[in-house]
């Protein structure tokens, strides 16, 4: 799995590229409802749209982040919602487990 604990951002080359092209195109085309709808699901659907958000800079969902991190049973799905969590507009580190 590419998004789980930032592994991609270890990568080089033309693969990274075409996958972070890939991803940004899908991180702007997705509606909210959709994101939402992934964040109702399993955590691999979940992983996905807080890379979607965080990629797309939708500071809207930054609360439902921080709620699912200190909800998280599996340490990396938190790890990975963490990371995500850190790259939104206005987003501190501490603030989603304060």
């Known amino acids: 799995?590419?998004?789980?604990?930032?592994?991609?951002?270890?990568w080089d080359g033309p693969e990274r590229n075409a996958f972070?092209?890939?991803?940004?195109r899908d991180a702007w085309?997705?509606?909210?409802?959709?994101?939402?709808t992934l964040l109702d699901s399993d955590w691999r659907a979940r992983l996905t749209a807080t890379?979607?958000?965080a990629l797309d800079r939708r500071a809207q969902f930054r609360d439902r982040i921080?709620?699912?991190?200190?909800d998280s049973?599996?340490?990396c799905?938190?790890?990975?919602?963490?990371?995500?969590?850190?790259?939104?507009?206005g987003a501190h580190g501490s603030r989603a487990c304060s």
């Open 1 to 10: 799995m590419k998004l789980l604990g930032g592994n991609l951002l270890d």
């Open 20 to 24: 972070m092209h890939d991803i940004g």
């Open 29 to 36: 085309q997705i509606t909210d409802y959709e994101l939402s």
């Open 51 to 53: 890379w979607l958000i």
């Open 66 to 70: 921080g709620a699912l991190l200190l």
């Open 73 to 75: 049973l599996l340490v």
């Open 77 to 89: 799905a938190g790890r990975g919602y963490s990371m995500t969590g850190s790259m939104t507009p």
